[in-house]
């Protein structure tokens, strides 16, 4: 099993939808987390941490079920500049373990 | 948040070369990590870059074949050696302020063929 998996995806949406990622991680011990979005051919960007409250940052919406291990993304109205990789990202004593990424596009 | 630059962008090399990638950053750091990011695959941890000392290596990767310093609080080096077809991915370098929970910020890769 890996340590953090995504929905593999794509997903392919119409201007204005509203798209949910979903992860899961593996090991309990997991300290912090967070989302980062990656862009054809560059390099990961963070888009928001991920807290047990849950945290909106505009159109984004981030949440986290320690229980669960489960770690969800919600956006709304989506664009077209969303179109990109969504990585969930786990940290472990310091270390990120990065998920494999869901695909978004978003189409006019 | 720090700028972090990474030469040289990207390179195509001859099989059994090495070749080194530098990150620089234009603050002092706590923390600084290198990635591989092979063809349509996520990010992997390779090492974490201690200032001073030897890095720490992941499961999979040994000095050898990469050898990383980090002289300082701002530089440090990856060298991807005696290279091969399957070495060719992304290498990047991340950087975190603090310890522990904190976010890590990306360079902005280097793009490495072997021939």
């Known amino acids: 099993r890996k340590e953090v998996e995504q929905d593999p995806g794509p997903f392919n949406v119409p201007e204005g939808a509203t798209v949910a990622f979903n992860c899961t991680y593996s090991?309990?011990?997991?300290?912090?987390f967070f989302w980062y979005r990656q862009d054809c051919r560059k390099e990961p960007k963070l888009l928001m941490s991920?807290?047990?409250s849950g945290n909106e940052d505009g159109r984004f919406t981030a949440q986290l079920n320690r229980a669960s291990q489960y770690i969800s993304l919600l956006i709304r109205d989506s664009k077209l500049s969303d179109s990109a990789t969504y990585l969930c990202?786990?940290?472990?004593?310091?270390?990120?373990?990065f998920g494999q990424g869901t695909e978004l596009s978003v189409k006019p | 948040s720090a700028v972090i630059s990474q030469k040289p962008s990207r390179d195509i090399c001859q099989r059994g070369t090495s070749l080194t990638i530098q990150c620089q950053v234009d603050?002092?750091?706590?923390?600084m990590f290198w990635y591989r990011q092979q063809p349509g695959q996520s990010l992997t941890l390779i090492a974490t870059?201690?200032?001073?000392?030897?890095?720490?290596?992941e499961s999979g990767f040994v000095i050898d074949k990469f050898p990383i310093s980090r002289p300082n609080l701002t530089f440090s080096t990856l060298t991807v050696s005696n290279m091969s077809p399957e070495d060719s991915s992304i290498y990047l370098c991340?950087?975190?302020?603090?310890?522990?929970?904190?976010?890590?910020?990306f360079g902005d890769g280097t793009r490495l063929s072997i021939l």
């Open positions: 991920v807290y047990s």
């Open positions: 603050s002092q750091v706590t923390m």
């Open positions: 990202v786990v940290n472990q004593g310091g270390k990120l373990i």
């Open positions: 090991n309990s011990a997991s300290q912090s």
């Open positions: 991340s950087v975190a302020t603090g310890t522990g929970n904190q976010p890590q910020h």
């Open positions: 870059a201690n200032q001073g000392s030897e890095a720490t290596y």
